[in-house]
């Protein structure tokens, strides 16, 4: 009897989802171990594999709303395993010509990539590259052994949409005469609207403004880079320095770090920072962990394997839960001046933005200084103004002078 493939649990209080994309064709032979599908929820997408070889059947169409414990697949143990004919080969008992296998090249699967890699690159990847018309064999992989991942798929996108061409079919503009498209919305991003749309419907929430003059830290940046680079493996980045900021103004103001629980206030005792990380299936919020007790180069490092989850696909329900405070930067895409929304039932959040050379005033003389506007939102119900802007004040002071933090002064 074929194994059932059920939709697995992948969170508490998550009972459906949508089966994003399947990774094997119908009919396709898979290995135990091998990812066949991929199911997304209101806060993750999760990867689902097979659990033993055989020949897969699709009873579900990648777009289907599934509840969790539905059999979405089956897959036949007894059928044999695809046999990959070389052309020419002949029987060694007999003389004869052996007679090809099925193989998945029978099936509409997306092609393989060329090379020598070719067969090291997993299905996933395969009909990320073929869903966005990329050759995966043309490039450099950035995993293990030089594998090519989605990220580096999705990167390559990018790129690709940059150059003008079109990343993604669901981009490719409408045929002549088509004025509008319609799609469903992911679980994903129906949830980012549930909870933004709640977030303004009920907090009093108010942003106040500050800019912060980055030559300090943009002088440490230069002078240290390479040696950080060397010890640390991963380059010191603007972050860094915010969340440590944010950690010290926490510190100094305890009422940002708390958050209301009906008619009780609960006041956090320790910094768990979430940042902001922008997918192509929505904003995600991963949690840097006990931020104060990491180095600039635990956070630069926490930060950085985040966003290689969230490009991959693998961020976890842990991974975004629990955390106090959240920075989100808008200047990576240009953005000069922002109200960011909260991210309840935390009280406030920082908005960074992009940074311009602009003239400003230093003890009487008009100096070219590379500015950065910031913006706090906070629920006004908790957190008063006075609180508010002392705490981006000492943000801007502490990014300002980072010498400070390191000093602890």
């Not at 414990?69 to 080969?89: F, H, L, M, R």
Request: with cysteine.
């Amino acid at each position: 009897m074929p194994i059932e493939v059920k939709v697995p649990t992948v969170g508490e209080s998550i009972t459906s989802g949508l089966l994003g994309v399947w990774n094997k064709p119908d009919g396709a032979y898979v290995k135990s171990g091998e990812p066949i599908f991929e199911i997304e929820t209101d806060k993750v997408t999760a990867e689902v594999v097979a659990e033993a070889a055989g020949v897969l059947k699709h009873l579900a169409k990648a777009g289907d709303t599934v509840q969790v414990g539905q059999v979405v697949a089956s897959i036949d143990e007894k059928a044999p395993a695809p046999v990959e004919a070389t052309a020419g080969n002949k029987d060694g008992a007999n003389g004869a010509e052996s007679k090809p296998a099925r193989t998945e090249a029978s099936f509409p699967a997306p092609a393989p990539a060329r090379g020598k890699a070719a067969d090291e690159i997993s299905p996933a990847v395969r009909f990320q590259a073929a869903e966005r018309g990329i050759d995966p064999a043309v490039i450099a992989g950035t995993g293990k052994d030089g594998r090519v991942t989605k990220a580096d798929i999705l990167a390559a996108g990018e790129r690709k949409s940059d150059n003008g061409a079109s990343a993604a079919p669901d981009q490719t503009p409408a045929p002549s005469g088509d004025r509008t498209s319609r799609k469903k919305m992911t679980p994903l991003r129906q949830k980012i609207a549930a909870r933004l749309l709640s977030a303004q419907q009920e907090t009093a929430h108010l942003t106040t403004f500050n800019e912060v003059d980055l030559s300090n830290i943009m002088a440490l940046r230069a002078k240290f880079q390479d040696r950080f680079v060397k010890k640390h493996e991963i380059k010191l980045g603007f972050m860094s320095f915010f969340v440590k900021a944010v950690v010290h103004a926490l510190q100094i103001v305890p009422a940002i770090n708390s958050r209301i629980d009906g008619d009780e206030i609960i006041q956090n005792h320790f910094y768990d920072i979430g940042v902001a990380i922008s997918t192509e299936k929505g904003l995600l919020v991963p949690v840097v962990r006990n931020a104060d007790r990491l180095s600039f180069a635990g956070v630069e490092k926490e930060i950085a394997a985040y966003a290689k989850k969230a490009r991959d696909g693998k961020i976890q329900l842990s991974d975004l839960d629990g955390g106090v405070f959240t920075i989100t930067n808008g200047g990576v895409f240009g953005s000069l001046l922002s109200t960011p929304i909260l991210n309840p039932p935390q009280c406030a959040i920082l908005g960074m933005h992009t940074i311009q050379e602009r003239p400003v005033a230093i003890s009487g003389r008009v100096e070219i200084r590379p500015m950065m506007y910031l913006a706090l939102t906070y629920d006004h119900r908790l957190v008063d103004g006075r609180e508010a802007v002392t705490f981006l004040a000492t943000v801007k002071e502490v990014a300002e002078n980072p010498a400070a933090v390191l000093l602890e002064v």
